[in-house]
């Protein structure tokens, strides 16, 4: 049976996504474990501020789907700062 994590995964592989960034937490790790198993490369940061702005690079960069993960709670609001970047430079971004 699959779960929303298998759909979370599959969807983001199907929108050609192959890297996404972030920090791994109790609420994120499901998701990030799956995404690695539909091969989508997971690259850890030390801070959810240079996750987002690593997957703006690298949206900008590639023209693909940038794509940022972060924890619940306090490490939502963190991503404000790179969550404006998209909306100065036209590139796809996903948080």
Do not use: W
């Not at 960034?21 to 198993?37: E, H, N």
């Not at 030390?46 to 690593?54: A, D, K, P, T, Y």
């Not at 993960?69 to 430079?89: L, N």
Request: charged share 15%; with cysteine.
């Amino acid at each position: 049976m699959k779960t929303v994590s298998d759909y979370m995964a599959e969807a983001l592989r199907n929108l050609g996504v192959t890297h996404s960034f972030g920090i791994i937490g109790k609420s994120i790790c499901p998701v990030v474990l799956k995404m690695v198993d539909y091969g989508i490369e997971f690259i850890p940061g030390r801070h959810e501020s240079s996750s987002g702005f690593e997957a703006a690079g690298y949206a900008l960069k590639t023209g693909k789907l940038g794509v940022a993960f972060g924890t619940s709670g306090p490490g939502v609001p963190i991503f404000s700062p790179p969550q404006h970047m998209p909306r100065r430079i036209i590139f796809p971004y996903f948080l």
